[in-house]
């Protein structure tokens, strides 16, 4: 069993910044792709980017150029750095992790910006 844990979120002004975490276990598992959405009410969930261990991560038109995803090359840890914030990019972000043929995702984390 995977569990899938985010920290990061949280309030921020637009044109700031907010870098969120994600942590998948047990870490001697070969997670595959792991994966930021974001979800906002009454939307369903949408990819922001998407990383794995040996191709460039892949991004959403709506944040290239202002989000970056690495992921750590020891664990099952990545990382979403999310630049020039704007309103739209509120929502509830979940991160996924692929492991054995399904996602396992977490609980997901807040992102607010104010205008």
């Known amino acids: 069993q995977v569990q899938v844990v985010e920290s990061g979120g949280g309030l921020v002004q637009a044109g700031g910044s907010l870098n969120l975490s994600c942590s998948a276990s047990?870490?001697?598992?070969?997670?595959?792709?792991m994966s930021w959405y974001q979800q906002t009410p009454g939307k369903r969930r949408e990819l922001v980017g998407s990383?794995?261990?040996?191709?460039?991560?892949q991004y959403a038109d709506s944040v290239k150029g202002r989000f970056t995803l690495s992921r750590d090359d020891v664990g099952n840890t990545v990382h979403l750095q999310m630049n020039r914030l704007t309103p739209e990019d509120t929502a509830i972000y979940f991160c996924?992790?692929?492991?054995?043929?399904?996602?396992?995702w977490g609980q997901g984390t807040q992102v607010t910006v104010s205008s």
């Open positions: 996924s992790a692929w492991y054995m043929g399904r996602n396992y």
């Open positions: 990383i794995t261990n040996n191709l460039s991560p």
């Open positions: 047990p870490s001697h598992f070969s997670i595959g792709a």
